[in-house]
């Protein structure tokens, strides 16, 4: 079963049991991810012209989250395993769960390219950070920070500021790199994960001051 858009099939229903022969690219990246860096990974949902393969006509978030009945490729999964695992649900995109591994600071993407090449200038330690095709700059950072987030902005005294800034911390998933999100297109990494970072991402505090600032000045 799938949807039919303009007389011909465009996206397939995900399903569970539903298999593919052979190992996908998307086999290799979540093997890369659960392997290399140590993240859990989600199936996620994708859309097309504004329908979701969940199912749900009602879906208030098409192609953005995971499915429900797809299981968790667990941190530390092989090649192998990863390949067993999306055999179950082809198609799928690839999805992270943040507060496990690392929590997520969010801005502008625009405000997130200039914060990185500052960032970076400065020498301080950086964790992997995505730009969606909605135009947001993810920023990984140490799991828990999220938590302590409104504490920082205050002894910034940035807390009473307008900010396009938001953390996100467990219960959220993010959409990886190179998966598309929503049917917009593809997630895109702006910085790599590297070996020293993508397990232990920095404290929020090294990066939130830069982040602040510039996400203000964007806005300004």
Known sequence: MGFTIGGTRAIREIRPGARRRGRSSECTVVAEYTGLWGWDVVPGARAVAGACSCGRSDCTR?????????????????????TRAWAEVPGAAVMLPVGRAFDVIEVAEAAGRRALVRLERMGLPLGPVTATPEGRAH??????????????LYRMAWDD????????????????PPSDRAGLGPVRW????????????????LLIGTLAYLAHRSRA
């Open 62 to 82: 098409p192609g953005a989250h995971p499915l429900d009945f797809a299981a968790v490729v667990g941190a530390g999964s092989t090649l192998d395993e990863a």
């Open 139 to 152: 920023f990984f950072v140490a799991p828990g920070s999220a938590a302590e987030l409104p504490d920082l």
């Open 161 to 176: 500021t307008d900010l396009d800034l938001h953390a996100l911390g467990a219960g959220a998933h993010i959409t990886a």
């Open 190 to 205: 702006l910085r790599s994960p590297a070996l020293d970072s993508a397990s232990h991402p920095p404290a929020a505090r």
